[in-house]
C-alpha cells in the first residue's frame, strides 16, 4: 500500500482565517513534505520533517505553520493567507530522507483564499 | 542547484501512436522517478530507476535511466485518452537536501 491520504479535498478560506490541512500515510514512512504548487508550475518544497523533526524549511512565511504530531501525521496550519497563497497543497512522504528515497504524494488540497 | 530540463514541453499525439520524452541535466543524479499528474491531483509515480543503465517496465509504460546518468527517457506505447496529463521526471539532488522536478511534459491524446 503506497497511500498518502490528504484533508480536505478543497478548502476556500477568508484572509482572517485559521485552517488547518491534514495528511497521513501507513507505510512506516519517516520523512514527511508539504508542497506547493502553482497552476502548470512542478511542485515546490516547503518543509521536510525527518523522525517527526523539522529538517528543512525553505523560507516559508510564517503563515504557514507545519506540525508532526506522531510518525503517521502531518498537518499545515494557516493563518492570515494572502489571495497569492491560492495553489494546490501536496503532501508526500519517503521511507526515510535520504538522497535514495522515493517520494510518494497524496492526492492534494485546493486552496483559495479571497 | 542541480536542475531538470523535460522535453517536449508539451506534445499532441494521435490516440494509438507511441510517446517519447526525455529528461536531462547538466549533472549527475543517482535516481530517476518519473510521475504522471492528473489536473487537481497529486502525482503518481510511474516507475523509478535506481541503476545507471536500468530499463523498467510498467505496462505500456518503459523508462530508461542514462548510462551518463545524465538522462532519463519514458516511453509510452499505444497511447490511450486517460494518458493525457503532465508527467514530471524528478530526482533527489546529490546532497540529499531537495527533491528536483523537471519543469513537466504536457501530453494531449486525441481521440
Known amino acids: 500500500d503506497t497511500e498518502v491520504t490528504q484533508t480536505p479535498k478543497h478548502l476556500v478560506m477568508g484572509m482572517t482565517n485559521k485552517k488547518s490541512l491534514k495528511c497521513e500515510q501507513h507505510?512506516?514512512?519517516?520523512?514527511m513534505y508539504w508542497y506547493k504548487q502553482k497552476a502548470k508550475k512542478p511542485p515546490e518544497l516547503m518543509f521536510v520533517y525527518s523522525y517527526e523533526k523539522l529538517s528543512i524549511n525553505e523560507s516559508v512565511p510564517s503563515r504557514f505553520s507545519p506540525e508532526c504530531p506522531n510518525s503517521s501525521l502531518l498537518n499545515l496550519h494557516l493563518h492570515a493567507l494572502q489571495p497569492e497563497d491560492s495553489a494546490l497543497y501536496l503532501c508526500?512522504?519517503?521511507?526515510?530522507?535520504?538522497?535514495?528515497?522515493?517520494?510518494?504524494f497524496g492526492p492534494g488540497t485546493r486552496l483559495t483564499v479571497l | 542547484g542541480q536542475q531538470l530540463n523535460q522535453s517536449p514541453q508539451s506534445m499532441f499525439i494521435q490516440e494509438g501512436e507511441d510517446v517519447s520524452m526525455n529528461c536531462t541535466s547538466s549533472?549527475?543524479?543517482?535516481?530517476w522517478l518519473w510521475y504522471k499528474q492528473d489536473p487537481g491531483e497529486g502525482p503518481v509515480l510511474l516507475i523509478a530507476?535506481?541503476?545507471?543503465?536500468e530499463l523498467t517496465s510498467n505496462g505500456r509504460l518503459t523508462a530508461q535511466f542514462g548510462i551518463t546518468r545524465k538522462d532519463s527517457f519514458l516511453n509510452i506505447s499505444a497511447s490511450i485518452p486517460s494518458d493525457v496529463g503532465i508527467y514530471f521526471c524528478?530526482?533527489?539532488?546529490?546532497?540529499?537536501?531537495?527533491?528536483?522536478f523537471g519543469p513537466g511534459t504536457r501530453l494531449s491524446v486525441l481521440p
Open positions: 549533472s549527475i543524479f543517482n535516481t
Open positions: 530507476l535506481y541503476k545507471a543503465g
Open positions: 507505510m512506516g514512512h519517516r520523512a
Open positions: 508526500a512522504s519517503s521511507q526515510d530522507y535520504r538522497g535514495t528515497d522515493t517520494q510518494y
Open positions: 524528478a530526482g533527489p539532488d546529490n546532497y540529499g537536501q531537495n527533491f528536483v
